[in-house]
């Protein structure tokens, strides 16, 4: 008989002790100190651009796109005048950044949070996306945290030492990258196109985001998408299970650091991967402070040793009195200070309401202008209707792994393949070896439907393929577009 009867209701008496340890273990909020300085930051470097506009964006002087107005409901936020969304903006910038100094923390959070759910309400077609959808959920999680504990104005005002709290704000963060990660991984398993590399291959082609200096690269070498796709779904399907500690930790932050830089480089998003740079400091602990501590205390300690042998003048920065950043200041400050964002927008006139004749007015376009906009579009010609021709030897996946102009007769292989440009319609393609002289020593044809983005034709090179130079034709409705010179040896 077992020494320990019980084992089955220590399991379930262990199981909700270890949550709870999970949950609400003390801590000094470290990791949501880093948090609360660094997404709020990343959050007004991208509204900030939007100011300008704020009349027209989110107001009843201008056009709003509320989400409900597509399901014939009423918009739940009022619509104010400019002036007044010009100054709730202007606060929303404000309280991002006292957020972001830790200055009467939790306030500032809620007000952050409050401003960037209304704003968002008010524009689905811009302001409301993945990334301020997200960032807000971190302001929420913010407001009911003790982020300021710490690296704060607040913690500088009280003078005390950093005080710990629960954990579970920083827990629920932690989940939250987890199950946005686990989401968008169900969401590609859905999606064939993803996986053929189809997908990412167009989207690095594209310039709708920001320049990026990769991605016209990375879609000539569309294995290379093929293998990074099957890595992204697997590191987001198990981000949520094994970033926790270790070297899960460590793998799974560092796959996606890279993941997040290659956003940047391939398809020229910016705001987005420094959001969730920002988020994955939520991972910072004790341990991991102690140890950056021990490594700044020694490179102090060997500046030190150098500056000793310089003759540099000592100086002391002037203290601010504690005086000037009470909540009495925080409480009158910004009302004024939002109060200011609409006299500038007033004084700045940027419709040209109280300037020369008034508002600009629609100018009736010339009959050129005219003849040119209702022309009929201009036929596509039929080379712009494929995007690369690629032969050679070997296949990873559905692509030509291995560009070659060197075949081997009797036996060997060679895989021509064409990538086609979306939308195109249903052609005919036909595929040559053509000898020297214009002979066809081979081909390979066949009707591609519209929504097919790539074609293959594979060759066996037998008897009637001898040694010598040939040249493979890709040849769209009945016109060459496309040459790859081979050459087919004996050996």
């Known amino acids: 008989m077992s020494s320990r009867p019980n084992d089955r209701e220590d399991t379930f008496v262990g199981l909700p002790a270890r949550v709870g340890r999970f949950f609400f273990d003390r801590e000094v ?15 007004f470097g991208d509204m900030t651009r939007r100011w300008p506009h704020v009349r027209e964006l989110f107001s009843a002087d201008g056009a709003t796109a509320p989400l409900y107005i597509n399901y014939g409901f009423p918009s739940p936020v009022p619509e104010f005048p400019g002036a007044v969304a010009v100054a709730l903006f202007t606060l929303f910038l404000a309280t991002l950044l006292t957020t972001a100094a830790g200055w009467m923390t939790r306030l500032s959070a809620s007000i952050a949070f409050a401003l960037s759910v209304y704003f968002g309400l008010l524009d689905m077609i811009g302001t409301l996306s993945k990334f301020t959808v997200i960032a807000t959920h971190a302001l929420l999680l913010l407001s009911v945290s003790e982020s300021g504990a710490v690296w704060s104005v607040d913690a500088w005002r009280r003078g005390t030492p950093p005080r710990a709290s629960a954990a579970w704000p920083r827990r629920l963060m932690q989940l939250l990258i987890g199950i946005v990660y686990f989401a968008a991984a169900m969401t590609k398993i859905q999606t064939p196109e993803f996986f053929s590399g189809e997908q990412m291959m167009y989207w690095t082609l594209t310039h709708l985001n920001q320049w990026h200096p990769l991605g016209d690269e990375l879609a000539m070498h569309p294995t290379v998408l093929v293998l990074s796709a099957y890595i992204t779904v697997v590191w987001e399907a198990v981000f949520l299970f094994t970033a926790w500690r270790g070297l899960g930790r460590k793998v799974m932050l560092g796959l996606g650091i890279t993941f997040h830089a290659m956003n940047c480089l391939v398809l020229g998003l910016y705001f987005f991967p420094m959001l969730f740079f920002g ?67 007033f004084a700045a006139d940027p419709y040209d309401a109280r300037t020369g004749d008034g508002k600009p007015q629609l100018r009736p376009v010339s009959d050129g202008e005219a003849a040119a906009i209702l022309a009929p579009t201009e036929e596509v010609r039929t080379i712009d209707k494929f995007f690369s021709f690629t032969v050679g030897d070997a296949m990873f996946g559905p692509y030509v792994f291995r560009p070659v102009d060197r075949f081997v007769a009797d036996g060997g292989k060679l895989h021509a393949q064409a990538v086609l440009q979306p939308p195109h319609e249903d052609f005919w393609v036909e595929c040559q070896l053509r000898r020297p002289d214009g002979s066809i020593a081979a081909r390979r044809s066949g009707l591609v439907a519209r929504e097919r983005l790539k074609v293959r034709y594979d060759f066996l090179l037998g008897p009637e393929v001898g040694p010598g130079d040939y040249d493979v034709v890709l040849v769209i409705e009945g016109e060459d577009v496309a040459v790859r010179p081979v050459t087919v040896a004996a050996e």
């Open 29 to 43: 909020p470290y990791g949501l100190a880093a948090v609360r300085i660094a997404v709020p930051l990343v959050l």
């Open 279 to 345: 988020l994955y400091l939520c991972f910072l602990n004790e341990d991991d402070v102690a140890w950056f501590k021990r490594g700044w205390r020694n490179l102090r300690l060997r500046a030190a040793a150098v500056t000793r042998l310089l003759p540099l003048p000592s100086v002391t920065p002037p203290a601010l009195p504690r005086a000037a950043l009470s909540p009495a200041v925080f409480v009158c400050g910004l009302p004024l200070l939002a109060g200011a964002g609409a006299v500038a927008e």
